[in-house]
């Protein structure tokens, strides 16, 4: 017998939305549904709309039209704006955005209150909330005595203590160093996922992205380019924008020598071949770039004739310009006569200018049209 609990998040269903500032479209025919207890990210750079999207969604801002339904009531559309405090959602804020002149446990405490809950139950789920949150012996403190850290903590707290079946994140890792970020993502990850929520979150880094996320959402200059799962989305970009911001060692310029099947061809990069994901419409003879991902390049000795590269590489000669130490080996910059790739990892450090050769695997090209 199946013992999970049914997801108590509610269905989100984005339809259409559109908001402007001035001459700026910020959104242009925004859609999407999400299903209840999903973790959705919404990822893109500064500028792509996330922020007015999510904004949005929680009531701040006001669409200029489309449809938002969160559960079974339309929240926003042309005639009505339902007001944030009455859309049973809880947002975590980037810069924390606790009541100063409150203590913790008050801060936390105070969704409860609103409820009109007895004071016993509010100090008991108060305290059970910070000690979810390892923050049980602050409850007496008040933001100011905290590190951002253990405010990032506090403001987590405040809003799932509520219970709410929408939980809205705006960038809440982006103030915190590197170490606080990858404990709080996995505070984060685990505690939404334990309450059963519906989560919606922005960010423009994408390994967070796709560690987050069921469902990611990538926009870009305020239209959504892509929206599927993370594996999706890395495997088969739907744009040369997808390609790039979900994370690219380079592109190469080259035309589609042949048809291998719907989904693969062979792309002719000056006297070389290379296989590479292609969208059917691409024809013989068109101009392409071929987007490669960090995973596909690796380094070879040139003088090494007995390692001419994996079944199916493609090898190209270069040298390299650039050498960075990243703790689990090094990460070299090729420049080759077709262009040049970065984050070529190899276990041991290639010297500045050393010749190489740059074995690139097909499983992680994608080909695309040229731009103009």
């Not at 009109?116 to 100090?123: G, I, S």
């Not at 903590?153 to 160093?177: G, K, M, T, Y």
């Not at 090494?304 to 390299?320: C, F, I, K, M, P």
Request: net charge neutral.
């Amino acid at each position: 017998m199946n013992t999970t609990p049914a997801p108590a998040g509610h269905r989100l269903s984005v339809n259409a939305v559109e908001k402007r500032f001035g001459a700026l479209r910020a959104l242009d025919g925004v859609s999407f549904d999400v299903e209840p207890g999903t973790f959705l990210v919404l990822l893109g750079p500064s500028g792509s709309g996330k922020t007015t999207l999510l904004r949005g969604l929680a009531g701040i801002e006001r669409f200029d039209a489309g449809t938002v339904t969160i559960g079974p009531h339309v929240v926003s559309d042309a005639r009505r704006h339902v007001p944030a405090e009455k859309r049973g959602l809880a947002m975590v804020f980037q810069d924390y955005a606790l009541w100063p002149h409150l203590t913790v446990a008050e801060n936390v405490g105070y969704a409860l209150r609103r409820q009109k809950l007895d004071a016993r139950e509010v100090d008991r789920r108060t305290r059970e909330t910070l000690e979810r949150v390892n923050m049980a012996e602050k409850g007496a403190s008040y933001p100011q005595e905290l590190s951002g850290g253990q405010q990032q903590r506090v403001a987590l707290a405040r809003a799932i203590v509520a219970r709410p079946a929408l939980l809205l994140f705006d960038e809440p890792l982006s103030n915190l160093d590197a170490h606080l970020r990858e404990h709080l993502r996995v505070e984060i990850a685990t505690l939404t996922r334990e309450t059963g929520a519906t989560a919606v979150y922005i960010t423009h880094d994408q390994s967070e992205a796709f560690a987050l996320a069921d469902v990611v959402g990538v926009l870009n200059a305020g239209k959504l380019e892509q929206f599927g799962t993370p594996e999706s989305i890395y495997s088969t970009p739907a744009s040369p924008f997808v390609a790039r911001f979900t994370g690219l060692s380079g592109t190469l310029p080259g035309i589609l020598d042949r048809r291998v099947d719907d989904s693969t061809a062979l792309i002719r990069i000056g006297d070389h071949r290379i296989a590479a994901s292609a969208a059917a419409a691409l024809n013989p003879g068109a101009e392409v770039e071929v987007a490669i991902r960090p995973a596909a390049p690796r380094l070879v000795d040139p003088s090494a004739h007995h390692d001419r590269g994996q079944s199916g590489d493609t090898l190209l000669a270069g040298w390299v310009t650039d050498t960075a130490y990243r703790g689990r080996g090094y990460e070299h910059v090729v420049r080759t006569d077709h262009g040049e790739l970065t984050g070529v990892f190899d276990t041991r450090g290639w010297g500045r200018g050393a010749a190489c050769l740059i074995a690139i695997a097909p499983e992680a090209c994608i080909a695309f049209p040229r731009a103009a």
